[in-house]
């Protein structure tokens, strides 16, 4: 008898946290109209002091997670005043060129998919200017421009270098995916050395833009001299990432800014995945209490069978377990869950917010402010 008390009881005991936990849990609208007045009355409260926002992807070829976040553009734009977004895209390209080239500034996977086209064009209606804090110079612009514009500043401020620096760098920047080979291995090391010293120069600590502009090409020139084996490159990565937003956000205190990327770099917390080495830890590290994170994730993806996402939606080890459907889309909130439930601070569920790592077990509650679930996912398809 007292067995049987004691099960009725943990199990009225887990039934009763997981229906606070559904409190949590919001049915979205369809992907054209997907922000319901409740969530805005929930997103309204919480991003009250919030000057920056980060909108993430599970994965950067899922057109149906790039449609559910141009929905959350258009509300922060139209609704919250959010006139600036941020790209996981180059840096130094997109601080000089800003919405003029999109396609060639860009990853084609945003701006040359068919299911990027309504998110630029509003960009471009509402006048909503375009920044990079990618540390990787992979933009047309800066293809076309970065020597040229580095050379400028050199001789403008009387600033001697080795005879070889500006040649090395433009070698670099036209073939930075094969630099090791191209460049060579040794001529890497000398340009690396010269962008020391340049960071060591006051007429360059003097002026704060140059210096992150060096600080982040000698961050770029480390991720593609390194090999992918060693681990290093997506440390050095995500912490130029964190630096270069750090400085947009920091040198322009007026505005709001939108943070596009992939929920892999925007993880907030230290708990569990790399170590604090996350671009979204970092950033919050340095700029605490001004920033709110959305993940976004699709469901029912055309490679996941049916079945599967039947068994993960009645698995309590896994985050489907708290939708009603797997049919509907869904936004949950994350520090409600939190707030109410303190204990789900620690607790772990597979998710599919890296869809990379479908299996990765972690506290998916703390990594993000808001969890959006998309159910009807899809490709990002390709203009012709």
């Known amino acids: ?200 120069n006051e007429k360059v600590i003097q002026d704060p833009l140059w210096y992150q502009f060096l600080e982040s090409f000698k961050s770029d020139l480390v991720l593609n001299s390194t090999h992918k084996s060693s681990g290093k490159g997506t440390p050095v990565r995500d912490a130029q990432m964190a630096k270069n937003l750090d400085f947009l956000v920091r040198t322009m205190p007026e505005k709001k800014f939108v943070v596009w990327l992939h929920n892999a770099h925007m993880i907030k917390d230290d708990y569990g995945t790399q170590n604090g080495q996350t671009m979204g830890f970092q950033f919050v590290t340095a700029n605490p209490d001004i920033s709110y994170h959305v993940a976004f994730s699709s469901i029912n993806m055309p490679y996941r069978k049916p079945k599967w996402i039947a068994r993960s939606s009645k698995d309590k080890g896994n985050l489907l377990q708290f939708l009603p459907s797997t049919e509907q889309n869904y936004f949950i909130d994350s520090q409600q869950i939190i707030s109410n439930n303190p204990d789900y601070g620690e607790k772990e569920y597979d998710g599919m917010f890296v869809v990379e790592k479908d299996k990765l077990k972690t506290n998916w509650f703390r990594h993000y402010d808001a969890l959006v679930f998309i159910s009807k996912g899809e490709d990002v398809t390709f203009k012709e």
């Open 1 to 200: 008898m007292k067995k049987t008390i004691l099960l009725l009881f943990i199990i009225f005991g887990l039934n009763s946290i997981r229906a606070q936990v559904e409190k949590s849990v919001y049915e979205l609208n369809n992907i054209k109209d997907l922000i319901t007045d409740d969530v805005k009355a929930i997103l309204d409260t919480r991003l009250n002091d919030k000057k920056v926002v980060f909108l993430g992807e599970s994965n950067h070829y899922f057109g149906s997670d790039l449609l559910a976040k141009t929905e959350f553009v258009k509300y922060l734009v139209l609704e919250e005043g959010y006139k600036d977004i941020a790209f996981e895209a180059d840096f130094f390209g997109l601080y000089f060129d800003h919405n003029n080239n999109v396609e060639t500034n860009l990853y084609a996977f945003w701006s040359r998919s068919v299911q990027g086209k309504e998110l630029f064009e509003f960009l471009r209606e509402h006048q909503v200017t375009i920044w990079g804090f990618d540390n990787q110079m992979g933009s047309g612009y800066t293809n076309a421009n970065f020597t040229n514009k580095l050379s400028q500043f050199l001789t403008d401020n009387f600033i001697v270098v080795d005879d070889s620096f500006i040649e090395l760098t433009e070698r670099f920047v036209k073939n930075r995916s094969d630099a090791n080979e191209i460049v060579g291995v040794s001529n890497l090391g000398k340009l690396e050395n010269e962008i020391e010293k340049l960071l060591k």
